[in-house]
């Protein structure tokens, strides 16, 4: 049945705010009749609507005095009867005063999602317990295993020496459906200094990382409370990670998901020098612990020693002058690098914004209390003195700005989540929560400064017209007020330019010639068992099967395979001897090495300079042809032939030599701003690699293939779990980086804070015109020429923004130093930038400006001097 | 007691509840208001305002009938007092000494 009576909740209440006597009774009596009328007539929300509404006028005036103590003049208490007057007043223009609070809740809302996001990323716990003392160590490149066991040995800086790599596992989630997830393989030593430790069971221990004992696996809090039930008996169960069992040793505790934001899975990394990837699998990164007392310089001078180590040990490989690239940093900065300059600009960016609104908003307050200045001279007369009225200006500003802080609080939450997310995977981005002090501090400090300016108008405008005598204030002045024109164009001119160098920035990296197609290319990562390694026949025919199948996909163009994937992992580096012109190991040219089917050219839309790429007919165990890409034939060959010419590629056969068959363009491997370095392309089979990516070309999203890939992998092989599955164009991004999103944002907000900006000129003169009827009636019925008119308001507008460009200029010249960092291939501020930037905000000034001066060139002088 | 000048929307409560007579109740005060005068008070203005009448004595109240479409609680029936009608009398005739002579000059404008 329909309910024809007020809804009970808010009756409940009303009848505690409104007493048990027949006052309070009478009111609900009539509110339920009038309830039960309106609802055979109109559907139930607009009548819970309607009642809420009274309900609330109600106790509003309840709690404004109003049915207190008889109104007299003098009676009230002076705060109440100015928020009366503010209430009264506000609800006259209901639609400016909504105008008002969306505005300002908006821009309270956005500034303090991104200030909680900037403060919940750089005040986040660091990754590690030891965090001032744990430093990153990079010697220019990532470290292998082998490197990692030397550097143990031989570093006497740290009193912990680690290293982890971060991989994605395919789980058997328990419910039969395989799960994707993100896992650190790390040294067990490392996984000690985490911050966050084991609530159930043990860590990672030295003896997991034994040959043949690795079946261990400690999982996250979140993937136990998820997956697992949050089950307390889980320490001792199995657990499938990529096809194998493994068994679950510990559950770590809430509140770390590290190294990374989302690592559900921790895995020993064993240092087995048997292992065929032992020394050129370039993956870990290397985090040491400072023993107490030593300093970043010693870090530094271990990792210095490290690398001369390595020249002077295996000339072969390490050139003189390796190690000149080798970084030190402190983790927690390492952590936080990545988005440090993009938070601090969107922060700018969005104070600009707030800043440029206040105006906005102080400007209509003003427009209001001339309106108003009748009822304010009025009060003066009848004995206001100044302080009052002020405090009354104040009073009112000060309810819109709670209101609209109210309104931000409500915005702020969803806009951190939502900008929280717009960062790319790999990024750690945190938020603090609302009730952290210096979020809830900073939120009240932004309202206290958007009060500030929303009475700083109309406040200044009055005490200005006020020193002259009353009766004169707020009348017409000769020039319309300068300092709001000339602030708001000159934020909305550094906004602008910031802009636009980001723009350049990321147009200039969208310019870099990946050297391959990802269009409608998906990737999804393979990794076969251990055991496909002793049996080679096994992986090779799974591998042929595999894209045999997929290139037979309905909407599939193509499909190969890779061990590396572009940009998304960098194959490991080889040396190469050119037969003929035999040289030692350690001067040869160094070339990646990357593994690949025939498939892989097609699929990527590589283009072949020369020859032929490789065949189905290389699938021996030891490499019979290679393909190079033009950066190698540049470096080996220069202005020569290089097909036909012979090369080895293997140190231990340095006299082994291997025809090239073909050369191809070079492609963007490793990043997008590096130049592609020397490449030879090696055939899959003859590498055996066991982690694989395959690629398929085709024009269904990654959703619909996506499926479609996991069931024909299960169907050549239900051995093998297939990893994460991403269109490549995905991971073309992610290669952008921040810089991607930190554009779109700041963009957004400069073209927010020019609109914003050209409706507070064309308000502003709006206004002067209302102000100057008068003055501009005497003109015309004197004789003045219209144009000239029209010309005179116009340039009083411009050139206040013309001042306001050049300040921008000057603020902006400032910030580019700051930006250089982070731009790409935008050395300083291009002229063109300034013009551009100078060109839009005078448009915008001269498109404001245009409808007020034309309604006062418009105005027919006998009716202005009539009405006055 | 009657040198205080009623303001207006007290007057105009004032004459509703005298044209209801006996059947005059907040929501149907709020009724007539809305017919004959076009205007719709809030519930907060128009019951803030019967309880400052009633403290300044001008009306007075009493409990009426409950019924189901009340969810069972009284009406509040109310009267306007002696000082209540002196009030509106006072009221009106200071309006109406204002008015005077102006009426011809209102409808030339």
Redesign the interface.
């Known amino acids: 049945m329909r309910r024809r009576?007020?809804p009970r909740w808010i009756?409940a209440r009303l009848e505690k705010a409104l007493g048990p006597g027949?006052?309070g009774?009478?009111?609900?009596?009539?509110?339920?009749?009038?309830y039960?009328r309106m609802r055979s007539r109109r559907r139930g929300v607009l009548c819970d609507l309607w009642y809420s509404?009274?309900?609330?006028?109600?106790?509003?005036?309840?709690a404004l005095g109003?049915?207190g103590a008889?109104?007299s003049l003098h009676g009230a208490s002076p705060l109440a009867a100015d928020v009366r007057w503010a209430v009264r007043v506000s609800l006259r223009r209901p639609v400016l005063t909504l105008g008002v609070v969306l505005t300002l809740g908006m821009g309270l809302g956005v500034n303090t999602a991104v200030f909680s996001v900037l403060d919940g990323t750089f005040r986040a716990t660091s990754w590690w317990e030891a965090a001032d003392r744990t430093l990153v160590l990079w010697p220019g490149h990532a470290f292998t295993r082998g490197q990692m066991s030397i550097f143990t040995q031989e570093a006497t800086a740290f009193e912990t020496l680690g290293a982890y790599r971060m991989e994605t596992y395919a789980v058997n989630a328990g419910d039969g459906r395989t799960a994707s997830l993100s896992g650190a393989v790390m040294t067990p030593a490392l996984f000690r200094s985490l911050r966050v430790q084991p609530a159930l069971g043990r860590g990672l221990a030295p003896e997991d990382a034994v040959p043949g004992n690795e079946r261990t696996v400690v999982v996250s809090h979140g993937f136990w409370q998820r997956n697992l039930g949050g089950d307390p008996g889980v320490v001792g169960t199995r657990l499938e990670v990529n096809g194998e069992p493994r068994t679950i040793v510990g559950v770590q505790g809430p509140g770390g998901g590290a190294p990374g934001t989302a690592t559900d899975l921790w895995l020993p990394l064993v240092m087995d020098s048997r292992d065929p990837d032992f020394w050129p699998a370039y993956d870990l990164v290397a985090v040491g612990v400072l023993r107490p007392g030593e300093d970043v310089a010693a870090g530094q001078e271990d990792l210095r020693r490290f690398c001369a180590g390595l020249t002077a040990r295996f000339p072969f490989f390490f050139r003189p002058g390796y190690g000149q690239q080798a970084t030190v940093r402190a983790a927690a900065e390492q952590e936080r690098a990545l988005v440090r300059t993009p938070l601090l600009l969107l922060m700018g960016g969005t104070l600009a914004l707030l800043i440029i609104a206040a105006l906005n908003v102080g400007n209509m307050l003003l427009a209001r209390a001339v309106e108003r200045r009748g009822e304010l001279a009025l009060r003066r007369a009848l004995g206001a003195n100044r302080g009052r009225i002020v405090r009354q200006l104040g009073t009112e500003s000060a309810l819109l700005a709670l209101v609209g802080a109210g309104a931000g609080a409500v915005v702020a939450a969803p806009a951190a989540v939502a900008l929280a997310g717009l960062f790319p995977a790999g990024v750690s981005v945190m938020r603090s929560g609302w009730t952290t002090p210096a979020v809830a501090l900073f939120a009240a400090l932004a309202s206290l400064a958007a009060w500030s300016v929303l009475a700083g108008v109309p406040v200044a405008s009055f005490l200005v017209g006020d020193r002259s005598g009353f009766r004169t204030a707020m009348r017409p002045r000769g020039s319309p007020p300068r300092a709001l024109v000339v602030t708001q164009s000159a934020l909305a001119t550094v906004l602008l330019v910031a802009a636009v160098l980001l723009v350049g920035s990321v147009r200039n990296l969208r310019r870099i010639p990946l050297g391959f197609d990802a269009r409608d290319v998906t990737a999804a990562a393979l990794s076969p068992p251990a055991d496909f390694l002793r049996d080679r026949g096994r992986l090779r025919q799974f591998q042929e099967r595999l894209v045999e199948e997929a290139r037979g996909l309905p909407g599939a163009t193509a499909a190969g395979m890779t061990a590396a994937v572009p940009l998304d992992a960098l194959p490991p580096e080889t040396p190469v001897n050119v037969e003929g012109r035999v040289v030692p190991v350690g001067e040869a040219v160094q070339a990646r090495r990357f593994a690949v089917d025939p498939g892989f050219f097609e699929v990527l839309a590589l283009r072949v300079l020369d020859g032929r790429v490789l065949g189905s007919s290389e699938r021996g165990s030891l490499p019979t042809a290679v393909v190079i890409n033009r950066a190698l034939a540049e470096a080996l060959f220069p202005g020569g032939e290089a097909v036909g010419r012979r090369i080895a590629i293997d140190p231990h056969a340095w006299d082994r030599f291997i025809p090239i068959v073909g050369v191809v363009e070079n492609l963007r491997a490793g990043s997008l701003v590096d130049a592609p370095g020397p490449a030879i392309y090696v055939a899959l089979h003859e590498q055996a690699a066991r982690e694989t990516a395959l690629l398929v070309r085709g024009e269904s999203g990654p959703a619909g293939i996506g499926a479609l890939l996991r069931n024909t992998v299960a169907r050549v092989d239900p051995a093998v779990p297939v990893g994460s599955i991403r269109p490549l164009e995905g991971i073309v991004r992610d290669a952008y980086g921040t810089a991607w999103v930190t554009m779109g944002l700041l963009g957004a907000l400069a073209l927010l804070a020019t609109v914003l900006a050209a409706l507070g000129i064309h308000a502003v003169l709006t206004h002067h015109v209302a102000r100057q009827r008068r003055e501009i009636g005497v003109r015309l019925a004197l004789g003045a020429q219209r144009a000239g008119l029209v010309a005179r308001i116009m340039r009083s507008g411009v050139t206040s923004t013309a001042i306001g460009v050049a300040l921008g200029w000057a603020l902006a010249a400032g910030l580019v130093r700051l930006l250089r960092s982070f731009l790409f291939g935008v050395a300083g501020l291009a002229p063109w930038a300034f013009v551009l930037t100078a060109a839009a905000v005078v448009a915008a000034a001269v498109l404001a400006a245009w409808l007020p001066a034309m309604r006062a060139g418009r105005l027919p002088p006998a009716e202005v001097l009539r009405a006055e | 007691m009657t040198s205080e000048f009623l303001g207006e929307f007290e007057q105009m409560v004032l004459l509703a509840i005298l044209r209801l007579d006996e059947g005059a109740y907040g929501l149907a005060v709020r009724d007539e208001l809305e017919a004959v005068a076009g205007r719709t008070p809030s519930s907060g203005a128009l019951y803030t305002t019967l309880d400052r009448l009633e403290r300044k004595g001008l009306i007075e109240s009493r409990g009426g009938e409950a019924s189901v479409e009340r969810g069972g609680r009284p009406r509040r029936y109310l009267k306007v007092t002696a000082p209540g009608m002196s009030a509106l009398r006072h009221s009106r005739e200071a309006l109406l000494r204002l008015w005077d002579s102006l009426e011809a000059s209102l409808d030339r404008r």
Do not use: K, S
Request: charge should be neutral; avoid cysteine.
């Open positions: 009576t007020p009756e027949l006052g009774q009478g009111v609900l009596g009539d509110l339920a009749e009038a039960g509404w009274q309900a609330l006028t109600l106790v509003a005036h309840r109003r049915g008889p109104r």
